[in-house]
Protein backbone atom coordinates (compact mmCIF):
# COMPACT_ATOMS: atom_id res chain seq x y z
CA UNK A 1 0.00 0.00 0.00
CA UNK A 2 2.96 2.11 1.00
CA UNK A 3 4.54 1.61 -2.08
CA UNK A 4 1.56 2.24 -4.33
CA UNK A 5 0.86 5.70 -2.77
CA UNK A 6 4.64 6.68 -2.99
CA UNK A 7 4.71 5.76 -6.62
CA UNK A 8 1.64 7.60 -7.14
CA UNK A 9 3.66 10.71 -5.60
CA UNK A 10 6.97 9.91 -7.66
CA UNK A 11 4.37 10.12 -11.04
CA UNK A 12 3.04 13.04 -9.90
CA UNK A 13 5.98 14.87 -9.22
CA UNK A 14 7.80 13.44 -12.60
CA UNK A 15 4.42 14.88 -14.21
CA UNK A 16 4.80 18.61 -12.68
CA UNK A 17 8.05 18.73 -13.27
CA UNK A 18 8.11 17.62 -16.94
CA UNK A 19 5.19 20.15 -17.21
CA UNK A 20 7.52 23.04 -16.02
CA UNK A 21 10.70 21.93 -17.94
CA UNK A 22 8.87 21.21 -21.34
CA UNK A 23 8.26 25.00 -20.63
CA UNK A 24 6.94 28.46 -20.41
CA UNK A 25 6.34 28.19 -24.69
CA UNK A 26 3.12 25.58 -23.87
CA UNK A 27 1.66 26.28 -20.76
CA UNK A 28 1.74 29.58 -19.48
CA UNK A 29 0.62 30.36 -15.63
CA UNK A 30 -1.13 32.92 -14.02
CA UNK A 31 0.41 34.12 -10.80
CA UNK A 32 -0.21 36.80 -8.39
CA UNK A 33 2.92 38.25 -7.12
CA UNK A 34 4.11 40.53 -4.58
CA UNK A 35 7.58 42.03 -3.89
CA UNK A 36 8.94 43.98 -1.24
CA UNK A 37 12.57 45.71 -0.73
CA UNK A 38 14.54 46.15 1.70
CA UNK A 39 16.64 49.20 0.96
CA UNK A 40 19.87 50.64 1.99
CA UNK A 41 21.84 47.35 2.31
CA UNK A 42 25.32 48.00 1.70
CA UNK A 43 28.10 45.76 0.88
CA UNK A 44 31.75 46.83 0.22
CA UNK A 45 34.66 44.81 -0.34
CA UNK A 46 37.23 45.31 1.59
CA UNK A 47 40.99 46.10 0.35
CA UNK A 48 44.17 43.85 0.44
CA UNK A 49 47.28 45.93 -0.41
CA UNK A 50 50.69 45.65 0.62
CA UNK A 51 53.52 48.24 0.52
CA UNK A 52 56.94 47.93 1.11
CA UNK A 53 59.75 49.61 1.95
CA UNK A 54 63.90 49.54 2.66
CA UNK A 55 64.11 48.71 6.54
CA UNK A 56 67.67 50.65 5.70
CA UNK A 57 67.17 53.97 4.29
CA UNK A 58 63.28 53.87 4.42
CA UNK A 59 61.20 54.92 1.28
CA UNK A 60 61.64 52.06 -1.20
CA UNK A 61 65.22 52.96 -2.13
CA UNK A 62 66.93 49.12 -3.81
CA UNK A 63 68.16 46.97 -0.95
CA UNK A 64 71.30 46.11 -3.16
CA UNK A 65 73.35 48.33 -4.72
CA UNK A 66 76.13 46.92 -6.84
CA UNK A 67 78.34 50.06 -6.87
CA UNK A 68 78.52 50.63 -3.23
CA UNK A 69 78.21 46.52 -2.17
CA UNK A 70 81.06 46.01 -4.56
CA UNK A 71 81.70 43.19 -7.14
CA UNK A 72 80.90 39.34 -6.33
CA UNK A 73 82.58 36.43 -6.99
CA UNK A 74 82.35 32.81 -6.41
CA UNK A 75 82.16 32.58 -2.21
CA UNK A 76 81.35 36.25 -1.42
CA UNK A 77 78.09 36.72 0.24
CA UNK A 78 76.27 39.87 0.46
CA UNK A 79 75.36 41.21 3.91
CA UNK A 80 71.76 40.61 4.53
CA UNK A 81 68.74 43.33 4.01
CA UNK A 82 65.44 43.75 5.43
CA UNK A 83 62.88 44.65 3.17
CA UNK A 84 59.94 46.15 5.76
CA UNK A 85 56.32 44.59 4.03
CA UNK A 86 53.50 46.84 5.42
CA UNK A 87 49.64 46.68 5.29
CA UNK A 88 48.24 49.30 3.61
CA UNK A 89 44.58 47.74 3.22
CA UNK A 90 41.77 46.87 5.29
CA UNK A 91 42.26 42.93 5.33
CA UNK A 92 44.70 40.82 6.98
CA UNK A 93 47.10 38.90 4.52
CA UNK A 94 50.21 36.47 5.08
CA UNK A 95 52.65 36.55 2.55
CA UNK A 96 52.27 33.72 -0.50
CA UNK A 97 54.46 34.70 -3.19
CA UNK A 98 58.29 36.20 -3.96
CA UNK A 99 59.29 37.27 -7.34
CA UNK A 100 61.46 39.02 -9.73
CA UNK A 101 61.77 40.85 -12.80
CA UNK A 102 65.59 41.04 -14.62
CA UNK A 103 66.92 43.18 -16.54
CA UNK A 104 70.38 43.51 -18.84
CA UNK A 105 72.80 46.31 -17.93
CA UNK A 106 72.61 48.10 -21.37
CA UNK A 107 76.27 49.03 -20.46
CA UNK A 108 77.69 45.26 -20.39
CA UNK A 109 77.30 43.49 -24.21
CA UNK A 110 76.64 40.08 -22.43
CA UNK A 111 72.96 38.49 -21.32
CA UNK A 112 73.34 40.04 -17.13
CA UNK A 113 70.63 38.10 -16.64
CA UNK A 114 72.47 34.73 -16.78
CA UNK A 115 73.41 36.01 -13.61
CA UNK A 116 70.51 35.44 -11.48
CA UNK A 117 71.71 31.53 -12.01
CA UNK A 118 74.63 32.18 -10.07
CA UNK A 119 72.68 33.78 -6.91
CA UNK A 120 71.54 31.96 -4.41
CA UNK A 121 68.88 33.81 -2.14
CA UNK A 122 67.05 33.17 1.49
CA UNK A 123 64.65 35.20 2.44
CA UNK A 124 63.31 35.15 6.23
CA UNK A 125 60.80 36.66 8.01
CA UNK A 126 61.97 38.14 10.89
CA UNK A 127 59.51 37.23 14.26
CA UNK A 128 57.53 40.66 15.05
CA UNK A 129 57.98 40.39 18.53
CA UNK A 130 61.40 39.21 18.43
CA UNK A 131 63.19 40.30 15.34
CA UNK A 132 66.24 38.44 16.19
CA UNK A 133 64.50 35.78 15.56
CA UNK A 134 64.62 34.28 11.71
CA UNK A 135 61.84 32.27 10.30
CA UNK A 136 62.70 30.54 7.38
CA UNK A 137 60.26 31.34 4.24
CA UNK A 138 62.40 30.63 1.11
CA UNK A 139 65.46 29.96 -0.60
CA UNK A 140 66.59 28.88 -3.95
CA UNK A 141 68.41 30.82 -6.97
CA UNK A 142 67.23 34.24 -8.12
CA UNK A 143 66.40 32.99 -11.47
CA UNK A 144 63.53 30.87 -9.68
CA UNK A 145 61.87 34.03 -8.88
CA UNK A 146 62.16 35.05 -12.44
CA UNK A 147 59.50 32.66 -13.88
CA UNK A 148 56.05 33.51 -14.37
CA UNK A 149 54.37 34.33 -10.96
CA UNK A 150 57.32 33.65 -9.68
CA UNK A 151 57.43 31.42 -6.72
CA UNK A 152 54.52 30.38 -3.84
CA UNK A 153 55.54 30.89 -0.09
CA UNK A 154 53.73 30.42 2.72
CA UNK A 155 53.68 33.02 5.26
CA UNK A 156 54.31 32.62 8.95
CA UNK A 157 53.08 36.06 10.06
CA UNK A 158 49.45 37.55 9.76
CA UNK A 159 50.08 41.32 9.03
CA UNK A 160 46.94 43.01 9.97
CA UNK A 161 45.09 46.21 8.89
CA UNK A 162 46.53 49.58 10.22
CA UNK A 163 42.74 49.81 11.18
CA UNK A 164 42.81 47.13 13.73
CA UNK A 165 43.00 48.40 17.21
CA UNK A 166 44.72 47.85 19.49
CA UNK A 167 45.41 44.15 18.94
CA UNK A 168 46.88 42.16 17.12
CA UNK A 169 49.53 44.39 16.79
CA UNK A 170 51.55 42.68 13.73
CA UNK A 171 50.91 45.30 11.06
CA UNK A 172 54.35 45.04 9.43
CA UNK A 173 56.71 43.00 9.23
CA UNK A 174 60.24 42.51 7.99
CA UNK A 175 61.55 39.90 5.68
CA UNK A 176 65.12 39.40 5.94
CA UNK A 177 66.66 38.97 1.83
CA UNK A 178 70.05 37.60 2.20
CA UNK A 179 72.14 36.82 -1.07
CA UNK A 180 75.18 35.38 -1.89
CA UNK A 181 77.56 33.67 -5.04
CA UNK A 182 78.05 30.38 -3.96
CA UNK A 183 80.91 27.80 -4.10
CA UNK A 184 80.05 25.01 -2.67
CA UNK A 185 78.88 21.93 -4.45
CA UNK A 186 75.70 21.73 -3.00
CA UNK A 187 74.85 25.24 -4.42
CA UNK A 188 77.18 25.00 -7.76
CA UNK A 189 76.72 28.02 -10.48
CA UNK A 190 74.02 26.46 -12.81
CA UNK A 191 75.63 25.14 -16.16
CA UNK A 192 73.18 27.83 -17.85
CA UNK A 193 74.44 26.70 -21.05
CA UNK A 194 73.61 23.17 -20.45
CA UNK A 195 77.48 21.69 -21.69
CA UNK A 196 77.35 19.56 -19.16
CA UNK A 197 80.20 21.52 -17.64
CA UNK A 198 80.18 24.30 -14.46
CA UNK A 199 80.41 27.82 -16.49
CA UNK A 200 81.66 30.01 -13.26
CA UNK A 201 83.76 31.79 -15.60
CA UNK A 202 80.64 33.11 -17.83
CA UNK A 203 79.29 35.03 -14.42
CA UNK A 204 82.73 36.99 -14.81
CA UNK A 205 81.64 40.88 -15.77
CA UNK A 206 77.91 41.22 -15.64
CA UNK A 207 75.63 43.42 -14.14
CA UNK A 208 72.47 42.39 -12.83
CA UNK A 209 69.07 44.64 -12.26
CA UNK A 210 66.49 42.70 -10.28
CA UNK A 211 63.09 44.25 -9.41
CA UNK A 212 62.10 42.24 -6.19
CA UNK A 213 58.46 41.49 -5.74
CA UNK A 214 56.35 40.16 -2.77
CA UNK A 215 52.92 39.34 -3.06
CA UNK A 216 50.38 38.97 0.06
CA UNK A 217 47.21 37.07 0.12
CA UNK A 218 43.99 37.59 2.19
CA UNK A 219 43.58 34.81 4.73
CA UNK A 220 41.41 31.81 3.93
CA UNK A 221 38.47 31.36 6.11
CA UNK B 1 13.16 10.51 1.20
CA UNK B 2 14.77 13.20 3.24
CA UNK B 3 17.83 11.23 3.29
CA UNK B 4 17.91 10.71 -0.96
CA UNK B 5 17.06 14.36 -1.17
CA UNK B 6 20.01 14.88 1.25
CA UNK B 7 22.67 12.86 -0.86
CA UNK B 8 21.64 13.92 -3.96
CA UNK B 9 22.69 17.63 -2.37
CA UNK B 10 25.71 16.56 -1.45
CA UNK B 11 26.73 14.64 -5.11
CA UNK B 12 25.96 17.72 -6.90
CA UNK B 13 27.73 20.44 -4.72
CA UNK B 14 30.68 17.78 -4.62
CA UNK B 15 30.39 17.16 -8.34
CA UNK B 16 30.89 20.63 -8.69
CA UNK B 17 33.92 20.97 -6.84
CA UNK B 18 34.96 17.99 -8.81
CA UNK B 19 34.06 19.70 -12.10
CA UNK B 20 36.60 22.47 -11.18
CA UNK B 21 34.90 25.20 -9.32
CA UNK B 22 37.66 28.05 -8.59
CA UNK B 23 38.10 30.70 -5.78
CA UNK B 24 38.72 34.05 -5.62
CA UNK B 25 41.45 35.59 -3.19
CA UNK B 26 42.18 39.28 -3.12
CA UNK B 27 45.82 39.59 -3.61
CA UNK B 28 48.51 42.44 -3.83
CA UNK B 29 51.71 42.50 -4.98
CA UNK B 30 54.32 45.33 -3.76
CA UNK B 31 58.07 46.00 -5.81
CA UNK B 32 61.13 47.24 -4.39
CA UNK B 33 62.84 48.13 -8.08
CA UNK B 34 66.57 48.68 -8.94
CA UNK B 35 68.57 45.91 -7.03
CA UNK B 36 71.57 45.90 -8.44
CA UNK B 37 74.57 42.95 -8.71
CA UNK B 38 77.80 42.91 -10.28
CA UNK B 39 80.51 40.31 -10.46
CA UNK B 40 84.38 41.07 -10.78
CA UNK B 41 86.62 40.00 -13.83
CA UNK B 42 89.34 37.57 -13.35
CA UNK B 43 92.37 37.84 -15.65
CA UNK B 44 95.60 36.90 -16.09
CA UNK B 45 97.72 38.36 -19.45
CA UNK B 46 101.17 37.14 -20.37
CA UNK B 47 103.90 39.53 -21.97
CA UNK B 48 105.66 38.73 -24.81
CA UNK B 49 108.73 36.37 -23.30
CA UNK B 50 112.07 37.45 -23.62
CA UNK B 51 115.22 34.80 -23.62
CA UNK B 52 118.17 35.80 -22.25
CA UNK B 53 119.98 33.47 -25.19
CA UNK B 54 119.06 31.15 -28.15
CA UNK B 55 117.92 28.44 -25.90
CA UNK B 56 118.17 25.92 -29.20
CA UNK B 57 121.86 26.10 -28.80
CA UNK B 58 122.89 24.99 -25.05
CA UNK B 59 125.39 23.14 -23.91
CA UNK B 60 126.03 20.16 -21.51
CA UNK B 61 125.91 21.85 -17.90
CA UNK B 62 124.35 25.27 -19.15
CA UNK B 63 121.21 27.16 -18.20
CA UNK B 64 119.41 29.72 -19.93
CA UNK B 65 116.82 32.08 -18.62
CA UNK B 66 113.38 32.86 -20.42
CA UNK B 67 111.66 35.79 -19.24
CA UNK B 68 108.01 36.16 -19.08
CA UNK B 69 105.96 39.47 -17.79
CA UNK B 70 102.62 38.96 -16.34
CA UNK B 71 99.56 41.10 -15.58
CA UNK B 72 96.74 41.08 -14.01
CA UNK B 73 93.72 43.17 -16.54
CA UNK B 74 90.60 42.65 -14.60
CA UNK B 75 88.70 43.96 -11.42
CA UNK B 76 89.57 40.95 -9.00
CA UNK B 77 92.68 40.02 -7.00
CA UNK B 78 94.11 36.50 -7.85
CA UNK B 79 96.27 33.60 -6.98
CA UNK B 80 98.56 32.32 -9.81
CA UNK B 81 100.37 28.87 -10.80
CA UNK B 82 103.50 28.51 -13.00
CA UNK B 83 103.42 25.25 -14.86
CA UNK B 84 105.99 24.18 -17.50
CA UNK B 85 106.25 21.57 -19.84
CA UNK B 86 109.56 20.74 -22.11
CA UNK B 87 108.71 18.80 -24.92
CA UNK B 88 110.75 17.88 -28.56
CA UNK B 89 113.23 16.01 -29.63
CA UNK B 90 115.50 16.84 -27.01
CA UNK B 91 113.38 14.98 -24.21
CA UNK B 92 114.84 11.71 -24.82
CA UNK B 93 113.41 9.95 -22.04
CA UNK B 94 116.51 10.42 -19.26
CA UNK B 95 115.53 11.65 -16.20
CA UNK B 96 119.07 12.57 -15.39
CA UNK B 97 120.30 13.90 -18.58
CA UNK B 98 117.31 15.50 -20.28
CA UNK B 99 116.79 19.28 -19.45
CA UNK B 100 114.89 20.10 -17.04
CA UNK B 101 113.59 23.80 -15.50
CA UNK B 102 115.79 24.16 -12.33
CA UNK B 103 114.90 27.65 -10.79
CA UNK B 104 111.93 29.46 -10.86
CA UNK B 105 112.19 33.40 -10.21
CA UNK B 106 109.23 35.63 -9.38
CA UNK B 107 110.01 39.52 -9.12
CA UNK B 108 113.36 38.25 -7.97
CA UNK B 109 112.03 36.13 -5.67
CA UNK B 110 113.17 32.78 -6.05
CA UNK B 111 110.50 29.97 -5.76
CA UNK B 112 111.67 26.84 -4.44
CA UNK B 113 109.08 24.63 -4.92
CA UNK B 114 107.49 24.07 -7.92
CA UNK B 115 105.02 24.61 -9.62
CA UNK B 116 105.55 28.45 -8.41
CA UNK B 117 103.19 30.34 -7.33
CA UNK B 118 102.56 34.15 -6.19
CA UNK B 119 99.90 36.65 -6.52
CA UNK B 120 98.76 40.12 -7.94
CA UNK B 121 96.51 42.61 -7.39
CA UNK B 122 93.77 43.84 -9.91
CA UNK B 123 94.08 45.91 -12.51
CA UNK B 124 95.00 49.39 -11.53
CA UNK B 125 96.12 47.74 -8.20
CA UNK B 126 99.34 47.98 -6.21
CA UNK B 127 100.84 44.93 -7.84
CA UNK B 128 99.53 44.26 -10.74
CA UNK B 129 102.27 42.68 -13.03
CA UNK B 130 104.65 40.17 -12.23
CA UNK B 131 108.10 39.14 -14.17
CA UNK B 132 108.39 35.06 -14.02
CA UNK B 133 112.01 34.28 -15.26
CA UNK B 134 112.39 30.37 -15.74
CA UNK B 135 115.58 28.61 -15.86
CA UNK B 136 116.38 25.39 -17.95
CA UNK B 137 119.41 23.74 -17.66
CA UNK B 138 120.82 20.63 -19.74
CA UNK B 139 122.53 18.56 -17.44
CA UNK B 140 126.23 18.58 -17.74
CA UNK B 141 125.84 14.35 -18.00
CA UNK B 142 124.03 14.69 -21.39
CA UNK B 143 125.64 13.14 -23.83
CA UNK B 144 126.31 13.40 -27.45
CA UNK B 145 123.22 11.80 -27.72
CA UNK B 146 121.58 15.39 -27.61
CA UNK B 147 123.57 16.95 -29.74
CA UNK B 148 121.47 19.18 -32.66
CA UNK B 149 118.33 18.26 -30.81
CA UNK B 150 115.56 20.62 -30.21
CA UNK B 151 112.85 21.58 -27.16
CA UNK B 152 109.86 23.46 -26.52
CA UNK B 153 109.10 25.05 -22.94
CA UNK B 154 105.14 25.64 -22.26
CA UNK B 155 103.83 27.67 -19.60
CA UNK B 156 100.81 28.26 -18.35
CA UNK B 157 99.42 30.53 -15.65
CA UNK B 158 96.31 29.59 -13.95
CA UNK B 159 95.05 31.92 -12.35
CA UNK B 160 92.28 31.50 -9.14
CA UNK B 161 90.30 34.36 -7.28
CA UNK B 162 91.66 35.05 -3.74
Known sequence: MRTKRTKLLSLGLLLLTSCLLIGGAIFTFALFTGSAASGANAFAAGTLKLDVQND????????????????????????GRTLKVLN?????FKLSGLNAALYNDPQTAADDRVLAQGLWVKVFELEAS???NKLFIWEGRMSDLAVADGVSVAGIQTVYPPSIT???????????IEISMPSDTLTPLADHNGDGFRDDNDYQGLKLRADLGVTGQQLIP | MKKIVLSLLTIAVVAALAAGATFAVFTSTATNPN?????GTLTIKEGTATAEANISNMKPGETKIVKIPVNSTGTLPLNYTVETTLTGTIMLGQAANDPRVSAVWIDNVHKTSLPATDSLSAAGGTDPSDLVEIHITLPS???NAYQGKTGNLSVTFNATQQ
Do not use: H, M, W, Y
Open chain 2, 35 to 39: NTFGT
Open chain 1, 166 to 176: PTPTVKEISLL
Open chain 1, 130 to 132: NPT
Open chain 1, 56 to 79: GTGANFPLFVATTDGELKPGRALP
Open chain 2, 141 to 143: AAD
Open chain 1, 88 to 92: VGTLP
